[in-house]
């Protein structure tokens, strides 16, 4: 039975004497008088404690027992266990550690609500003889209430009024109660489809549910009353994956909250990156379940890292296809060969593209959401910062030779396919990108309008080159290798060198690499590459075992071995530095040396900088001679003028004429790299003399020679 001391209104019943009738917080004292008189009060005072208050007004509130409506949920425990040990769950320790425990320590669920709004409890009690009876359609309702109930509101107020006469005589009424709103968002599985009143065939073919996602906290919310209802309704489960997303956090890691003011509004990375920047941070920064800070500056360094880099590359294809009026599938197009025998660098980025999309098509069919989109980001930072860079020149020149077709269609290919890839994480760009490119293009009629009715893209294993793959990464490591090797030597890429030597670790690699030998020169900016298996006189080592570490293991053989490993330096050297173990042979014993034992001098040649990893070595040579010197300044005019023209606004194709005053040396190599330098920056003509009125000028001191460069359009130079 339930006893209650206190009524509704919070005042003591009439079997509490003396304070019947009181509001108990006004009891308070007297009762602790009433305790002192009789000689019981133990001790007075006062203490902070919890306490509950009305959210909204924050009025105190007394907890109070009352008789409601529950489904007996315990009842079906096992059940609820068992079908749970069927969902796969991500993370996977939720079905047994958060969910899990929840259901094995299952209580009953409390359905009824005391309040107005709500789904109305169906059960019509009679006002004699309290029998009831649960309803369990309009058509049953209508029956017995003989009324129609056609277009009828089945909310309170106008569901009250609906009654019938119960057996006895009495007129069955409705209970007051509405239903917790849980059990509304647990029957969403039948309640969209109307079943199983209507759509049999619809729910039979989508129950139970691929996937569903929330976050975390909806483990006793959504995630339960979804699997209960199914459970109680069905005995099995209601969906197969559960993707559980963790909260997200101020930049400094804190839960957000309004009384701290920590909280970032959506509103302000949305306006400052856009919705697709936010989706792609959110996706890339952590995994799903795990939590993650949010901030526009966060939101605002994925945005510059990814989508930035992406919309760049797009650019970079759409300004050029629109110079040379290249579209898909036209005569140019329909000319250029099939992907296998294009340029080595395509068939690179081709077979990266359909590893790629072998790689997200799998990932995200094992809900691997975050390591699939990272490995978007890597391709997209492969085809911005190597494939487009190292092609650049391709896209530029202006003969319309089979390998400039070659090159569009290979970029268009990537970027449509990375358009297909991208749909499900960042839906705005992909489609803009895929109805200019795909939709917009005149031969492409027949195409779907969005990204969004196409299908996924699907990986063409036939195009996929492993060892070109693994190849490629390895030039991409030398060439790192060289421009580490050229910054200690405080050497401008743009500054072109005699040669470099690249010592590789096998005969193998030796033979693999020759083919991107030309690509390593040139990225380099070396006049000559070599590829070597010994660095010969490049570097020598210098072993130095560490008395500190060895002295103290080996004690009295420790200068044995010194002497031995110093007298091997150039054979342990390079493994050493390779983080290899090494072994010496000291009075006829083996010691192991290993790298942190012992300090590997490296020895530079003279006139050579050298930088080494993982035993890979790439040496350049840093004595310019005066040919190399003279081609180093007209380089780095040719960067000046090229700046010159984007300040100037110019169009990209807009040919110009350069002029240009300079004396002593920078003069003479004006005279000498003339064509080279119109070339590069589309100068009809090198003028030298005062530049015309009007022209974009700028003053430039190159490795401290003065020159004064202006440029202006060739066809407004025509046209005066
Ligand atoms: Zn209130
Ligand atoms: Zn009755």
Known sequence: PVLQTVDAAGRFIDAVQPWAGMFVKEADPLIEEALRERGVLYRRGRYTHTYPFCWRCHWPLLYYAKTTWLIKTTAIRDRLVETNQEIQWYPDHIKDGRFGNWLANNIDWALGRERYWGTPLPVWQCDRCAEQVCIGSVAELEEKSGRSLKGQDLHRPYIDEVTFACACGGTMRRVPEVIDTWFDSGSMPVAQWHYPFE??????????????SEAVDQTRGWFYSLHAISNLLFGEKTFKNCLVLGLVLD??????????????????????????????????????????????????????????????????????????????????????????????????????????????????????????????????????????????????????????????????????????????????????????????????????????????PAADPALVDRELMADMRLAMRLVSLGHAARNKAGLKVRQPLAEAVVRLRTPDEQARLARLQDLIADELNVKALRLVREEGDLVTYLVRPQPAILGKKYGPLFPKIRAAAMERSAELG??????????????????????????????????????????????????????????????????????????????????????????????????????????????????????????????????????????VQASERAGA
């Open 199 to 212: 759509n049999k065939d619809k729910f039979d073919e989508q129950h139970p549910a691929d996937f569903i």
């Open 574 to 711: 390079p493994r050493l530095r390779a983080g290899q173990v090494v072994t010496v042979a000291v009075d006829g014993q083996q010691v192991e040396l290993a790298p942190e034992e012992v300090e590997v001098q490296l020895v530079e040649k003279e006139g050579y900088s050298v930088a080494e990893e993982s035993g890979y070595l790439v040496a350049v040579s840093t004595v310019l001679g005066e040919a190399l010197r003279r081609e180093g300044l007209a380089r780095e005019v040719v960067r000046r003028i090229q700046t010159m023209r984007k300040d100037a606004d110019f169009r990209i194709e807009e040919p110009i004429v350069t002029y240009y005053q300079a004396a002593g040396e920078m003069r003479s190599v004006l005279e000498e790299w003339a064509d080279y330098i119109g070339q590069e920056t589309l100068s009809r003509r090198l003028v030298e003399g005062r530049p015309p009125e009007g022209a974009y000028v700028e003053q430039h001191r190159v490795d401290g020679q003065e020159v004064t460069l202006g440029i």
């Open 251 to 456: 930049a400094e890691g804190r839960k957000m909250s309004k009384s701290e003011g920590n909280v970032v509004s959506p509103w302000e990375v949305l306006d400052a990156y856009g919705a697709d920047a936010m989706r792609w941070y959110l996706y890339t920064a952590a995994a799903p379940w795990a939590e993650k800070r949010f901030s526009v500056e966060l939101v605002g360094e994925s945005f510059r890292k990814f989508l930035l880099t992406l919309w760049n590359t797009y650019a970079f294809f759409v300004t050029y296809a629109n110079i040379d009026g290249w579209t898909p599938g036209d005569g140019d197009g329909s000319r250029t060969a099939p992907a296998k025998e294009r340029p080595l660098l395509d068939r690179w980025i081709l077979s990266e593209l359909n590893t790629l999309v072998e790689a997200v098509d799998t990932g995200l069919a094992n809900y691997d959401i975050t390591g699939s989109a990272r490995r978007i980001a890597e391709f997209v930072d492969d085809l911005s910062n190597w494939y487009v860079r190292r092609s650049r020149r391709r896209f530029w020149k202006s003969e319309h030779d089979a390998d400039k077709a070659a090159a569009y269609a290979t970029l268009y290919e990537c970027l449509t396919t990375l358009a297909g890839l991208l749909a499900p994480y960042t839906p705005f760009v992909a489609d803009e990108i895929y109805r200019n490119l795909v939709a917009g293009a005149a031969a492409a009629k027949d195409a779907p309008e969005s990204v969004h009715l196409t299908s996924f």
